[in-house]
């Protein structure tokens, strides 16, 4: 029993940045498919099939990003991942 609960804390612990870092990614694409929408002038049905396409572009890339750290990580656990983790996905 104690050994599931320390599993789940060590998941729970390592998943918490990875989500906060997935909303901020988020936050940024959507600001950066907004001002591009807004620069070309799109309104209606043509601006939300924009920032539709636009939106999963983000979201594949994000989703690459974290499959190569992941990839990476390999190895590692603990705060080592963890640290490693908020620094490969926050890197540009």
């Known amino acids: 029993m104690k050994t599931a609960t320390t599993t789940l804390f060590l998941a729970l612990s390592l998943a918490a940045p990875l989500a906060a870092h997935a909303a901020n990614a988020q936050n940024e694409a959507m600001k950066t ?8 002038g799109l309104s209606g049905t043509e601006r939300k099939k924009f920032m539709s ?40």
């Open 33 to 40: 498919c907004n001002a591009k929408a807004s620069t070309t």
């Open 53 to 92: 396409t636009c939106l999963s572009s983000a979201r594949n890339a994000q989703q690459k990003k974290m499959k190569e750290c992941n990839i990476e990580a390999t190895g590692k656990s603990g705060d080592e991942r963890k640290s490693f983790m908020k620094s490969c996905l926050s890197a540009n």
